[in-house]
Nanobody, 120 residues
Framework: QVQLVESGGGLVQPGGSLRLSCVAS????????MYWYRQAPGKQREQVAR???????TYEDFVQGRFVISRDNAENSVFLQMNKLKPEDTAVYYC??????????????WGRGTQVTVSS
């Protein structure tokens, strides 16, 4: 059974930092592109950052320069370092593992999320 378990969320003041972790079990993430998504109340889930199998990172404009995604395949984990947090970063953050193995063969796994609240 595949599980992705996020941790590290919490309440932080504007300008503060948090480090999210996602530990996978039942799957070897080295073959997967890893993503962080978020969903704020009343809004659709949106991609935040991704890291490819080779370690190439991409970020959405609204977190560029503030967040850093990283992966540790040996630990079967992916991380999101979040700096200079803003109230608009408040959301549930989800870890995602995705692999396209061929036509019609996609493996896609999600964690249950961790709440991040940025407020004074």
């Amino acid at each position: 059974q595949v599980q992705l378990v996020e941790s590290g969320g919490g309440l932080v003041q504007p300008g503060g930092s948090l480090r999210l972790s996602c530990v996978a079990s039942g799957v070897d993430i080295s073959g997967y592109v890893m993503y962080w998504y978020r969903q704020a109340p009343g809004k659709q889930r949106e991609q935040v950052a991704r890291v490819t199998r080779s370690g190439y990172e991409t970020y959405e404009d609204f977190v560029q320069g503030r967040f850093v995604i990283s992966r540790d395949n040996a630990e079967n984990s992916v991380f999101l370092q979040m700096n200079k947090l803003k109230p608009e970063d408040t959301a549930v953050y989800y870890c995602n593992a995705n692999r396209i193995a061929g036509v019609g063969a996609e493996f896609d796994y999600w964690g249950r999320g961790t709440q991040v609240t940025v407020s004074s």
